[in-house]
């Protein structure tokens, strides 16, 4: 595009810097500390949470075909479903490794609807595993929305 006078070179120099080619999730070799590590930053610093050495050799294990995203996601929903500070594989369900993958606590809207029906193709309708989860939550912190935004981070 620059030969051809379609693209400033200058341009193409300014954001043209250094490139990485990272492996996929299940090629690394530090799958565990990146489990770890991700559940540091999606618990947040105020609410640190622990994770049994066997759920973390389970989920590095894991292919992952929606690499970091598709883990996020599943640790997002096992510290908005946790029961305490300390996950274990009792946490851990297998089914969000199915290939649609639990739905992000972080889709959470402030009207709870009960589960839609299985025939129903609308993938931001909460589980009802989640929407229990919330509501939970919710009178926990007396239906205060920002202490639950806080809590779930």
């Known amino acids: 595009m620059i030969a051809k006078g379609l693209f400033r070179d200058d341009l193409y120099y300014r954001l043209n810097g250094i490139s990485l080619t990272l492996p996929p999730l299940r090629e690394r070799k530090d799958a565990a500390d990146v489990v770890r590590c991700l559940l540091r930053i999606e618990a947040g610093e105020r609410t640190p949470v622990q994770i049994d050495e066997a759920l973390v050799q389970r989920l590095a294990r894991f292919p992952w075909p929606g ?84 809590r779930l981070n």
Do not use: K
């Open 67 to 150: 690499n970091l995203r598709q883990l996020r996601n599943v640790l997002c929903t096992m510290l908005a479903l946790r029961e305490s500070d300390y996950l274990t594989l009792e946490d851990f369900d297998e089914s969000w490794l199915d290939a649609g993958g639990p739905r992000s606590a972080h889709r959470a809207t402030a009207e709870l609807e009960p589960a839609a029906p299985a025939d129903e193709e609308d993938g931001d309708v909460l589980s009802s595993a989640e929407c229990d989860a919330l509501r939970r939550t919710l009178e926990t912190c007396n239906w205060n929305v920002s202490a639950v935004a806080v």
